[in-house]
């Protein structure tokens, strides 16, 4: 069993990732014209970053 | 086929099922089986968040905005990933306390304030009714839409005023009378309404559906895939820029980035998130799972927003067809009629379980923190005598309902028409978000008193007001336009869009740094500049140190009074009914050890503080501690008298902690000094008998000496022979003193440690015939037998020669002594065993009895002086042998019964 104690500045580790991932200057690194498989790049981004953020909290937050 | 029966019956037969799966969920939960008690369930009650605002409004804030709709979702993901320390903690401060809605729990926080509970209260009402409206809104426009099919016509383009208002009330009232049914059904102590959980997971599943089920449409059915729809926007130049809108925006990333801690604050402060993620969790651990399904949810939810949005503005003609219905009209326009009438089914569910998670938790707090603390105040209604007030509670709760509702169609009516979807929820997101420095200081920081949260939620809502909510009556006409374009009074500095000057912003920007700005610093200022009062010390310490306190009873230790058990329950039963009262008085006397109503319960503070924590969850903190106040008299604690309970409090697990190591230590020191001591006194009498016994054995011949010597001094004529006879004697006598003395000095040093040993290799074999060579001539004075059992060959040991010498000269001096002359006989064995040598002696001897066996290697024990009548030596022998052998690491025991002889052996191990 993972301690409880220890999952806290993992979780706070991933808040501080999420802040940085969407909000600038990284942000605005995708802020461009053109598409990514079709997709705008932007739009991409977000997704793939939100995912990412998604399959950190469910590692940390199920072991 | 879509005419206005065929949707409202649809609309009824959905809400018929809504109720069905309450009413399921309900009597699962009073069987004891709930089916709410389940992570996933409990992920997707959460997604109540995911209004019309999301089912309709995100494509339109998208066909205006692209990404900007964004960050509404992303703050609670961000939100989330910190819930394991700050939702869990408000989560554990709720069930120990009985917390019933966000009211209650900053009340509860800054000393049970009722000001403060009314305060945050009439916050939330006016704050949520833009959101209210947003559904109201949302619902009547979907269907004045829905009913014209197959024409694609605005609302605005009816021209029927009238019936549209008319749409927009009968949802309320629709909406009142379902949420009355939902909520209201009767009144529980913990305030679960488990069966609203599990409709409101339900509907969230409907929504996520239905809004896919239109994404794959537009995406895959109507365009070639997000590609192709992607590309065939970018080929319009009008809707290129919306590829890349960040820089489009007013405010930009710096927006964004405010809409982003908007959200997170509203994800954990709107009252029906506060209700479902906080209220009505049923087990702490469900937070593990809905951190990560939460927001997968939302992801599911917002992934085809955009390309819906892009879709709706390719297909219909820029500004004829409002974005907030692209996800409705979309269908329409398509003709497909199934799929318009989900998504109208799926917009309503969004709706509806909002407004009903939402007002149910603002009547439970225009309940608890508004109306029965007035009215427990106004003793002319004599409350505190009827017998019954569950009845009443309803009611009132019921009223609010209604109330609530119908305030937000008025909210519709003045101030709805002129924003968008997005933009009257963000509204309310501004006002929830002013409870953030109450609640996040409240759990975290011990210093923030009443007053300070009171003037912090006063300036920020205040400004509010001011930034929000006044442009919102000013640009729907009922308040004059100017003040917004030249401030009151032409004041241009109190523009309420651009206050002291700061332009540039969008509106939520600015608000929100303005209220923030305002709320924080009235909180903290305030907070610091007044020392708090015993309650708010008191609750701010139970709230801060939920985590370092055992169970619900940590608040007990606070209360000092007088109160009586009876009417404790007497004030449980008016409020929770009978059966709810006699439940909780069972409850508690069954966990400790008693029965009740036959044992009389002690009306401690333990009992006391029990019975208002059961009433909080009815009533709320505030109300329950006067009505607990009114039939229990609390000695008022002093400031300083808690300050020493809480220091106590604090430094008491640390004591106790090392009392306890402590005690360890010294019970161990105890039985260490314990057996010390009987060791030291065990000692002091063998001292005391070694020397008794010594100077005994030292007299015997002394005596013998002094006498004979006498007998020559006195008589001088003592013929030649009787002289040689005595001198003889005396010297006997003499050398058995000296041997003694010798003996005791061995032992001595033996014992003491301070012996010489000269270890070499002893051959066993050539020192056995030594000893016997040397005893020969006793041997032969007795005419006792001796036979050698000596193998060829023994493996050599390390040991002193002279020791064991000693040692075996001992055991044959032994066994000679006790042999009977001239029948006796000496058995010398030796033996190689396979880590030791052994040498046994055997006499033929009278034997030794088992009794005294273990006696003889101790000190002056001669147990064959009984036999003979006369002393054999000094009783030291056989004790320092023993030693000798043992020094070696090898054993020494005798093995013997009466009459048959006895044989002493030894072992010495291998070098």
């Known amino acids: 069993m993972f301690k409880e104690k220890a999952k806290e500045p993992r979780f706070v580790a991933i808040c501080m990732l999420g802040i940085v991932l969407f909000n600038f200057p990284v942000l605005a690194l995708f802020n461009v014209p053109g598409t990514l498989f079709g997709i705008p790049v932007l739009y991409a981004y977000i997704f793939v970053a939100w995912a990412l953020l998604i399959v950190l909290l469910a590692l940390v937050a199920e072991r | 086929m879509l005419q206005g029966p065929v949707i409202i019956l649809t609309s009824f037969a959905y809400l018929g099922i809504l109720f069905a799966i309450a009413y399921y969920a309900d009597q699962r939960a009073d069987a004891g089986r709930p089916v709410i008690a389940n992570a996933y369930v409990y992920s997707l009650s959460l997604a109540v968040y995911a209004t019309a605002w999301t089912f309709y409004g995100s494509v339109g804030r998208a066909a205006s905005d692209g990404v900007g709709f964004l960050p509404i979702y992303i703050g609670p993901t961000l939100m989330i990933a910190l819930w394991w320390l700050v939702m869990r903690k408000i989560i554990r401060i709720s069930k120990q306390n009985r917390i019933t809605s966000l009211a209650d729990f900053i009340a509860s926080r800054y000393g049970k304030s009722a000001l403060l509970g009314g305060i945050v209260t ?20 979907s269907y004045s839409i829905l009913v014209q099919y197959p024409e694609i016509v605005m609302p605005q383009a009816l021209g029927e005023q009238s019936m549209r208002d008319d749409t927009a009330l009968w949802v309320a009232l629709i909406l009142a009378a379902f949420t009355i049914a939902f909520g209201t059904r009767h009144l529980d102590a913990a305030e679960h309404h488990q069966g609203m959980v599990a409709a409101i997971a339900f509907e969230s599943l409907v929504k996520l559906l239905a809004f896919l089920a239109v994404g794959v449409f537009v995406t895959f059915i109507l365009y070639d895939g997000p590609g192709d729809l992607f590309a065939r926007a970018a080929a319009q130049p009008k809707l290129r820029s919306m590829m890349m809108p960040l820089e ?26 506060f209700q479902v993620t906080v209220i009505e969790n049923l087990d702490e651990r469900h937070l593990n799972k809905a951190i990560w399904f939460f927001p997968l949810y939302m992801v599911a939810i917002n992934l085809f927003v955009l390309p819906i949005a892009f879709g709706g503005l390719l297909h219909f003609p820029l500004g004829r067809v409002d974005g907030d219905t692209f996800v409705l009209t979309l269908p329409m326009v398509e003709r497909q009629e199934g799929l318009a009438l989900l998504v109208f089914i799926g917009g309503l569910s969004a709706a509806t379980g909002m407004v009903i998670v939402e007002t149910i938790a603002l009547s439970t707090m225009v309940c608890n923190d508004l109306v029965m603390p007035v009215l427990l105040r106004m003793r002319s209604l004599r409350l505190n005598e009827r017998p019954d007030l569950t009845q ?165 230790r606070f209360w000092r009074g007088t109160a009586s058990a009876p009417e404790l329950y007497n004030l449980l039963a008016r409020f929770l009914g009978l059966a709810a009262a006699d439940a909780a008085f069972r409850e508690y006397a069954g966990a400790r050890g008693k029965r009740w109503p036959e044992d009389a319960l002690e009306a401690d503070a333990e009992l006391v503080h029990y019975v208002e924590v059961q009433l909080a969850g009815a009533i709320g903190a505030a109300s329950a501690r006067v009505m607990v106040a009114s039939v229990a008299k609390e000695e008022a604690l002093t400031i300083e008298e808690l300050r020493e309970i809480l220091d106590e409090a604090s430094q ?120 016997v060579t040397g005893m020969s001539q006793v041997f032969e004075e007795s005419r006792i037998k001796v036979e050698l059992e000596l193998p060829q060959r023994v493996t050599p040991v390390r040991a002193d020669t002279d020791r064991i010498t000693q040692v075996l000269l001992n055991l044959l001096s032994n066994a000679a002594k006790f042999c009977e002359p001239g029948r006796g006989h000496i058995r010398i064995g030796l033996r190689d065993e396979p880590d030791a040598l052994r040498v046994e002696v055997r006499d033929n001897g009278p034997g030794i009895d088992p009794r005294d066996q273990a006696l003889i290697f101790d000190k002056f024990r001669q147990v064959g002086d009984t036999l003979t009548g006369k002393p054999h030596g000094s009783g030291l022998g056989l004790h320092i042998s023993r030693q000798i052998v043992e020094h070696f690491g090898g054993r020494m025991w005798v093995e013997s019964r009466r009459g048959e002889g006895a044989c002493f052996a030894f072992t010495l191990p291998h070098g």
Do not use: C
Request: proline fraction near 3%; charged fraction near 20%; charge should be neutral.
């Open chain 2, 122 to 141: 009439i916050i939330a009402v006016i704050g949520i009714l833009p959101y209210i409206s947003l559904q109201l809104k949302a619902v009547s426009t």
């Open chain 2, 248 to 273: 489009g925006v007013a405010g930009g990333y710096a927006s964004w980035a405010w809409l982003t801690v908007l959200s997170m604050m509203a994800i954990m402060f709107l009252p029906r998130q």
């Open chain 2, 652 to 771: 008491v697990v640390v004591y106790s902690h090392r009392l306890e190591q402590k005690s360890r230590e010294l019970e161990a020191a105890t039985t260490e000094l314990r057996a010390a001591n009987e060791r030291l006194k065990e000692l002091d009498r063998l001292k005391d008998d070694f020397v008794s016994t010594v100077t005994h054995e030292l007299r015997t011949p002394l005596t013998s000496i002094r006498a004979f010597t006498q007998i020559l001094l006195e008589h001088p004529d003592v013929d030649a022979e009787q002289r040689g006879r005595f001198l003889a004697i005396i010297t006997k006598e003499t050398e058995r003193l000296s041997r003694l003395i010798n003996q005791v000095l061995d032992l001595s040093r033996i014992e003491s440690g301070k012996a010489e040993w000269r270890d070499t290799e002893v051959d066993m074999r050539s020192l056995i015939g030594d000893a």
């Open chain 2, 392 to 556: 009443l509670l309803l009611g009132i709760r019921r009223g609010a309902i209604v109330l609530i509702l119908l305030l937000g169609y008025l909210y519709f009516k003045l101030a709805g028409e002129a924003y968008a979807l997005v933009s009257i929820g963000l509204i309310s997101f501004a006002a929830v978000a002013q409870f953030a420095p109450a609640v996040l200081g409240g759990i975290f920081w011990k210093g923030g008193t009443r007053s300070g949260a009171l003037a912090g939620l006063i300036a920020g809502f205040a400004v509010w007001l001011y930034t929000l909510l006044l442009p919102a009556f000013a640009r729907s006409g009922w308040l004059p336009i100017s003040l917004l374009e030249e401030g009151p009074a032409s004041i241009a500095l109190l523009k309420p869009l651009a206050l002291f000057g700061l332009a540039g912003l969008d509106q939520i920007t600015h608000a929100m740094i303005w209220s923030m700005l305002a709320n924080i610093g009235a909180y903290v200022g305030v907070s610091l500049s007044a020392s708090p009062g015993v309650d708010e010390h008191r609750q701010a310490s139970l709230f801060v140190d939920v985590f370092r306190q055992g169970g619900e009873g940590g608040g007990a």
